[in-house]
């Protein structure tokens, strides 16, 4: 087996009793990889991270990991490692015997136990602190133990459930830094299930987002941010002006607006807010609300269209909630969507 699939999904469904959660799904995953599962709330990502951890049983189909089929292999087995959203730690012992804990019941004991445990406890740069209960310490430092007990264990593949949601905003930056240290200096497979795009997008390798227990797309950040193929994927990474295209024509809540220079293909149109020409243009809509955002102000539309967000330099004079305003959604600036859902 290549690195191309080192972990391997073929077929995969999973269910809950006789719902549904995962159907059919095919995902290849290379060695040394960081991959996002990124969704909303059940679309399957945490579903399928647990079936790969072996904690959800398999409707059907196959797990495979480095050429070995692990589908029906005990949890203990498998060589995957988990950090839990919670950290799940034992806040009665230190840093040092929370991070030796699954190495003692493996037997291991004395100098090499030290060793081991010392080396992933630096790993993650938290030296200092080897002697400290857990709960004498920060979010961050708590995530960083979870993180090293499950390095330690050296599994091939290290899973993530929303990893940073538990932490404040300047946290989440700096163990977004952490993750990726620790991720290239090991080279190992990670994969981390979030919901926040802006986590995925500044971590991953490789984005796979997921919808009703389905991949919508994969590709690079780049690729899911700057060229979306669905209406869904547009939409969740903050494209927030879409509209169908019928005949060559935009599908609006009024009259359809043809639309000549469309790209060939294209199922839809997307526009981000900065996207869209703010105070000139073909168009004309009504202020709905306007929200300061440091350098830009954002506006809501009321249009014929439908709603339209837009987003303009906060040093430009600021429009009141009911002004009529012109705009217009330039064809150059769109994101064009192979699938209008």
Not at 9 to 21: E, R, S, V
Not at 207 to 214: D, F, L, Q, W, Y
């Amino acid at each position: 087996m290549s690195d191309m699939s080192f972990l391997r999904l073929d077929g995969l469904t999973l269910a809950y009793g006789k719902t549904p959660a995962v159907e059919g799904l095919n995902l290849d995953i290379h060695r040394g990889e960081l991959i996002a599962l990124l969704g909303p709330s059940g679309c399957g990502k945490t579903t399928t991270m647990r079936a790969i951890a072996g904690l959800m049983p398999v409707r059907a189909g196959q797990i495979t990991l480095d050429g070995r089929d692990i589908t029906r292999v005990a949890a203990n087995r498998r060589e995957v490692g988990l950090v839990f959203q919670s950290y799940a730690l034992f806040p009665h012992l230190t840093v040092f015997e929370n991070v030796a804990f699954g190495l003692r019941l493996k037997g291991m004991s004395g100098k090499a136990l030290e060793d081991k445990v010392m080396a992933a406890i630096a790993s993650v740069g938290l030296t200092p602190f080897a002697q400290r209960k857990t709960p004498d310490m920060s979010g961050g430092q708590q995530q960083r133990v979870a993180l090293a007990r499950s390095m330690v264990m050296e599994p091939k593949v290290l899973m993530l459930d929303e990893p940073l949601s538990n932490l404040d905003a300047r946290l989440r930056l700096e163990m977004r830094t952490e993750l990726q240290r620790v991720q290239k200096k090991t080279g190992l497979t990670m994969i981390f299930v979030t919901h926040d795009q802006i986590e995925a997008l500044a971590l991953a390798d490789r984005i796979v987002v997921m919808r009703n227990g389905a991949i919508e797309q994969i590709g690079t950040p780049e690729d899911i941010y700057n060229r979306p193929e669905s209406a869904f994927v547009a939409d969740f990474v903050g494209f927030e002006t879409i509209f169908a295209l019928k005949d060559g024509a935009m599908v609006t809540k009024g009259e359809p607006v043809p639309v000549p220079d469309a790209p060939a293909g294209a199922a839809a149109l997307a526009w981000r807010p900065r996207a869209v020409t703010f105070g000139e243009g073909r168009f004309e809509g009504t202020v709905l609300s306007s929200s300061f955002a440091g350098s830009a102000r954002e506006y809501l539309l009321d249009t014929p269209l439908g709603p339209v967000k837009a987003e303009v330099d906060a040093a430009l004079p600021a429009h009141d909630l009911g002004a009529t305003v012109r705009f217009d959604l330039p064809v150059a600036t769109a994101a064009a969507l192979r699938r209008a859902e």
